[in-house]
């Protein structure tokens, strides 16, 4: 069995696909979901997954792209694109408070709106929390029938408790594997490993021993060495859960 990597922006890499897919299988990855961020990657990522066998792709609006999307024209294409069988999630969507807090509210509606739509479709969530906990709770709290998933988790273990009572998924990425990432690592040892995927958010977040470089989707290789090292379990193991998560997840 291979790697899953749960959300890599293959789009955005200074590489072409054939030489980034190359690499991804010389490093053991099986498949790879490729998130978009706003209306003009809906066409990109939806072609990639098209044009190769394990990319699949994700639609949806990012929260700092909001002020820039025509709002129900965005949403019309995502449910009607969303009948191609390659898309298997809505995302990569949520709140950012990190980058602008002055438009919170829109990204609050639209956020809601397409948590509402992916219910509609029956589709999982990949969620986008930056800085923005107690919010992005309130909205998926009383999601029900889909899959929620913690793109980039960096909440503490109490939050993930939280997250774990409402059966969401938490993906870890390369910020796992850096010296000072105490807390993150702490809920990565202790959550349910059924609640586990594992990411690269390729082309940003480069896991060591990496760090500095573009990120790829082959490095998530090292993430999941990393949760074995820290759960003290084979990283046979690590693939093997994560990627029967991931399938069990987004239905591939
Ligand atoms: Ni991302």
């Not at 997250?163 to 870890?172: E, L, S, T, V």
């Not at 993150?184 to 349910?192: D, F």
């Not at 958010?201 to 090292?229: I, M, S, W």
Request: glycine fraction near 4%; charge should be negative; proline fraction near 4%.
């Amino acid at each position: 069995m291979g790697l899953t990597d749960t959300h890599s922006h293959i789009d955005m890499i200074n590489l072409n696909p054939e030489e980034i897919l190359k690499e991804a299988r010389e490093y053991g990855l099986e498949k790879i979901i490729v998130p978009s961020a706003d209306r003009s990657s809906f066409e990109k990522v939806i072609e990639l997954s098209n044009k190769f066998d394990e990319v699949y792709c994700a639609l949806g609006i990012h929260p700092t792209e909001v002020l820039k999307s025509d709002f129900d024209a965005d949403l019309e294409l995502i449910k009607k694109l969303s009948e191609n069988k390659k898309v298997v999630a809505i995302g990569e969507i949520g709140l950012d408070y990190y980058w602008d807090k002055s438009f919170v509210d829109e990204q609050k509606k639209f956020f809601a709106k397409q948590v509402e739509i992916a219910q509609e479709l029956n589709l999982p969530v990949l969620i986008h929390d930056r800085e923005a906990h107690f919010d992005c709770f309130e909205i998926l709290k009383d999601v029900q029938d889909i899959p929620v998933v913690m793109h980039c988790f960096s909440g503490s273990m109490e939050f993930a408790k939280q997250c774990m009572d409402k059966g969401f998924y938490i993906a870890f990425g390369g910020v796992l594997t850096f010296k000072n990432s105490k807390k993150m690592k702490e809920v990565a040892k202790n959550i349910p490993l059924e609640n586990v995927l594992i990411e690269t958010d390729a082309p940003y977040l480069t896991p060591e021993p990496y760090r500095g470089r573009e990120n790829h989707p082959a490095y998530v290789k090292f993430v999941a060495q990393c949760l074995a090292n820290l759960r003290k379990i084979p990283y046979e193991q690590i693939v093997e859960v994560t990627t029967e998560n991931a399938k069990r997840i987004f239905k591939f």
